[in-house]
C-alpha cells in the first residue's frame, strides 16, 4: 500500500492549505488520520476520520482543520484554515486496517510572515 500526501508549502499566518493523501488501493473500510511532526516535536494525530465517517480531532486544530475523504477517488483530504506559526509541520498521513498501518512520505507545512 502507498500513500501520497500533497498539499504543503509556506503560508502566512491566517492562510489556508488543503492537504490530500492519495492511496494506492481501495480506502473503503479504512481508517484514515493526519498527523504532524514539528522540529525537535514528537508525531501527534492531528485528525482521524473512520470508515463510518466519524471524525476526531486534536483540541490544537478543532474549528480550524477539517477532514474529509472520498472513498471513489481513495484519497482523503486535511483542510487548514487560520494557520497559526505552531501548525509548522511535517504532516503524515496514515491508513489503518484491524492490525495493519501504512504512512505516506509526509509533506511540509510552514507557516510563516
Known amino acids: 500500500v502507498q500513500l501520497q500526501a500533497s498539499g504543503g508549502g509556506l503560508v502566512q499566518p491566517g492562510g489556508s492549505l488543503r492537504l490530500s493523501c492519495a492511496a494506492s488501493?481501495?480506502?473503503?473500510?479504512?481508517?484514515m488520520g493526519w498527523y504532524r511532526q514539528a522540529p525537535g516535536g514528537q508525531r501527534e494525530l492531528v485528525a482521524s476520520?473512520?470508515?463510518?465517517?466519524?471524525?476526531n480531532y486534536a483540541d490544537s486544530v478543532k474549528g480550524r482543520f477539517t477532514i474529509s475523504r472520498d472513498n471513489a477517488k481513495n484519497t482523503a483530504y486535511l483542510q487548514m484554515n487560520s494557520l497559526k506559526p505552531e501548525d509548522t509541520a511535517v504532516y503524515y498521513c496514515?491508513?489503518?486496517?484491524?492490525?495493519?498501518?501504512?504512512w505516506g512520505q509526509g509533506t511540509l507545512v510552514t507557516v510563516s510572515s
Open positions: 496514515n491508513a489503518k486496517l484491524d492490525s495493519w498501518s501504512w
Open positions: 488501493i481501495s480506502i473503503i473500510g479504512i481508517d
Open positions: 476520520i473512520i470508515r463510518g465517517g466519524s471524525t
